[in-house]
């Protein structure tokens, strides 16, 4: 797998403190491999519930059965609401390539519309289903899409973690840095900071993580959207790993007849 929020297997701060750098001789690049290659398994497949709150304490909470499973070093994922009813049976089906310079294909499936819609270009950089992330944080991001710097190693939450600090080697990136906290027992990003060139946009945040089947799983975590001041928490349950499943689901061509 690639980098990423892994939100699909995919999930109060205490003050972070610097400390010795030990472990400094990993590069910034070495560390984020660490999390790409961090093992989860041939095949996920979670419950997740997505909760979202305005600044005035208004929540919408919505509920997704989400599938993925890995085509050699590619993932398939294949995310379909199940309730509220507005958006039951709307499905979200990605395709993340390890090809570094393959764009990866992503489609919206709006059964209300009767509509597929492909998810491209400045599209990524709209919010997913009215959320703090973005269709692109929804997908993985290739090592070395990105340089990266080790800036240190810091104490978060009682788990030590390195921090690197990533900016994009492409045009017109979507951020103009991301500052990443990896947990070193885990390989976990377990916190990371989105900037654009006027500061600070958004804090995603892991409030609890743990072993399912031998893999480590974020199960509770959250994306704070600082500039709207709108937060996104997702749940991950029923979590589970190497499963039976038919990759024929993970086919644009079988949208229009996802079941929720």
């Given at each position: 797998?690639?980098?990423?929020?892994?939100?699909?297997?995919?999930?109060?701060?205490?003050?972070?403190?610097?400390?010795?750098?030990?472990?400094?001789?990993?590069?910034?690049?070495?560390?984020?491999?660490?999390?790409?290659?961090?093992?989860?398994?041939?095949?996920?497949?979670?419950?997740?519930?997505?909760?979202?709150?305005?600044?005035?304490?208004?929540?919408?909470?919505?509920?997704?059965?989400?599938?993925?499973?890995?085509?050699?070093?590619?993932?398939?994922?294949?995310?379909?609401?199940?309730?509220?009813?507005?958006?039951?049976?709307?499905?979200?089906?990605?395709?993340?390539?390890?090809?570094?310079?393959?764009?990866?294909?992503?489609?919206?499936?709006?059964?209300?519309?009767?509509?597929?819609?492909?998810?491209?270009?400045?599209?990524?950089?709209?919010?997913?289903?009215?959320?703090?992330?973005?269709?692109?944080?929804?997908?993985?991001?290739?090592?070395?899409?990105?340089?990266?710097?080790?800036?240190?190693?810091?104490?978060?939450?009682?788990?030590?973690?390195?921090?690197?600090?990533?900016?994009?080697?492409?045009?017109?990136?979507?951020?103009?840095?991301?500052?990443?906290?990896?947990?070193?027992?885990?390989?976990?990003?377990?916190?990371?900071?989105?900037?654009?060139?006027?500061?600070?946009?958004?804090?995603?945040?892991?409030?609890?993580?743990?072993?399912?089947?031998?893999?480590?799983?974020?199960?509770?975590?959250?994306?704070?959207?600082?500039?709207?001041?709108?937060?996104?928490i997702m749940e991950n349950r029923e979590t589970s790993y190497d499963t039976d499943m038919d990759p024929e689901i993970f086919s644009p061509a079988r949208l229009r007849q996802v079941q929720p």
């Amino acid at each position: 797998m690639r980098y990423g929020w892994m939100v699909l297997g995919v999930f109060m701060l205490a003050l972070p403190f610097r400390v010795q750098a030990e472990g400094a001789e990993l590069t910034g690049r070495e560390v984020m491999v660490r999390v790409d290659e961090r093992p989860n398994g041939d095949n996920r497949s979670a419950i997740l519930t997505m909760t979202l709150e305005d600044s005035r304490g208004g929540r919408r909470v919505r509920e997704m059965r989400s599938r993925s499973m890995d085509e050699g070093r590619d993932v398939r994922t294949l995310m379909v609401f199940l309730q509220p009813g507005d958006v039951r049976g709307t499905a979200f089906l990605s395709y993340d390539y390890h090809e570094l310079d393959k764009e990866d294909d992503k489609w919206l499936w709006m059964p209300a519309l009767r509509r597929i819609r492909r998810i491209s270009g400045a599209a990524r950089r709209e919010r997913f289903m009215g959320s703090d992330f973005s269709y692109d944080d929804m997908g993985k991001r290739h090592v070395d899409q990105d340089t990266h710097i080790l800036e240190g190693v810091e104490e978060l939450d009682g788990f030590v973690c390195w921090v690197v600090l990533s900016r994009s080697v492409g045009e017109d990136p979507a951020y103009e840095k991301v500052r990443y906290w990896v947990r070193k027992d885990a390989d976990l990003v377990v916190k990371a900071e989105y900037y654009d060139r006027d500061g600070l946009l958004k804090v995603f945040r892991v409030r609890k993580a743990e072993k399912v089947q031998g893999f480590w799983t974020v199960l509770h975590s959250e994306m704070n959207d600082t500039v709207r001041r709108h937060r996104t928490i997702m749940e991950n349950r029923e979590t589970s790993y190497d499963t039976d499943m038919d990759p024929e689901i993970f086919s644009p061509a079988r949208l229009r007849q996802v079941q929720p």
